[in-house]
């Protein structure tokens, strides 16, 4: 029986078999179309969350990976200086004095001119500057966050004071103050030279945190928190520091690299961590006066903050790159 004319006859693929309907309005998949196999088999691609994100691109950063696995092993050693060091801080070993670095007897930096092995010295003192910079680094970060969100968030005559105090703070000769608040306050100790430093080092993050605070201020999240009801201490804490922490993490970094290099200044000036307690400035200035023929005293210690250093510094590059929004994930 013949169909009426009226009826269309449906479209076949091949072998007369029927074809898959087509979506009007919808675009048709195609053999030729790359994502074919997704759309058969049902996959979807999943986005990232910001944590994966910043994973991703942190271990993409060889350098930052490299600086990671050398600051691991390098605090790690140090914080365990009683265990793995071959000597004690002040142990003597006469028959060995004055000794360059060798293999011999565990003298991997060799010994002063009393025979004290230096590689163990180096270990006691790199564990007190990474004690001393990890309180600096706390402190300054906690005291420039709260003065930059209540700056950058209030405004008017507070914003005026805060910023005109850390403009003055700025002004201020850094070594010079830091010497002479060494000598009022005293020095020797570690955690008195930490908050010394400190209360000198928050003011770059200061106005890093304030000027975060002015933009964020202004979005839609935060005019929905107010109409919400939320007070303002908790918009600052819960609403805009979260999104605030990406420059607060990388400069709290970098802090830990300047407390290092200043506290092994003033150590070495004399101002700082005074004998008995270990110091690298101070091992540095002990043997400054034999350094042209014991180069290994001045030498050793102060590769031991150069490095500490540089690791630091490819470490904070590599977290501002992974925790930038606008670095795209290659690859």
Not at 104 to 131: A, I, M, P, Q
Not at 191 to 196: D, L, Q, T
Request: aromatic share 8%.
């Amino acid at each position: 029986m013949s169909k009426p004319p009226g009826d269309p006859l449906p479209d076949t693929g091949p072998g007369g078999a029927p074809a898959e309907p087509q979506l009007q309005g919808s675009p048709s998949v195609t053999d030729d179309d790359p994502n074919t196999a997704l759309y058969r088999e049902g996959l979807e691609v999943k986005a990232l969350t910001q944590w994966q994100l910043f994973r991703r691109k942190f271990f993409r950063h060889k350098a930052a990976m490299v600086a990671l696995f050398v600051l691991v092993v390098v605090f790690t050693a140090a914080l365990l200086a009683e265990t793995i060091a071959p000597y004690g801080y002040e142990e003597l070993d006469l028959a060995n004095a004055t000794l360059g670095p060798t293999l011999e007897d565990n003298h991997f930096f060799g010994t002063d001119k009393l025979g004290r092995d230096y590689f163990s010295r180096v270990l006691y003192g790199t564990r007190t500057s990474v004690r001393v910079a990890l309180v600096v680094a706390l402190l300054s970060t906690v005291i420039g966050t709260l003065i930059g969100a209540i700056a950058g968030y209030f405004g008017g005559w507070i914003e005026n004071v805060l910023m005109r105090t850390t403009d003055l703070v700025l002004t201020l000769p850094g070594l010079a103050v830091l010497i002479a608040a060494a000598a009022l306050l005293g020095n020797g100790s570690p955690y008195r030279v930490a908050v010394i430093l400190a209360l000198l080092l928050w003011t770059s993050l200061a106005r890093i945190v304030r000027g975060s605070f002015l933009s964020l201020r202004e979005k839609e999240f935060v005019e929905a928190a107010k109409a919400s009801g939320a007070s303002d201490w908790r918009i600052i804490f819960r609403h805009i520091l979260p999104n605030a922490l990406s420059p607060i993490i990388v400069n709290a970094t970098l802090v830990v690299a300047t407390a290092i290099l200043i506290e092994a200044t003033l150590s070495f000036l004399g101002f700082g961590i005074t004998p008995p307690t270990p110091a690298l400035g101070s091992l540095i200035e002990d043997g400054r006066n034999s350094m042209l023929t014991d180069w290994w005293l001045v030498t050793l210690p102060g590769l031991t903050i150069v490095l500490i250093g540089l690791c630091i510094n490819f470490l904070g590059d590599g977290l501002r790159d992974a925790l930038d929004p606008t670095q795209q994930v290659r690859g």
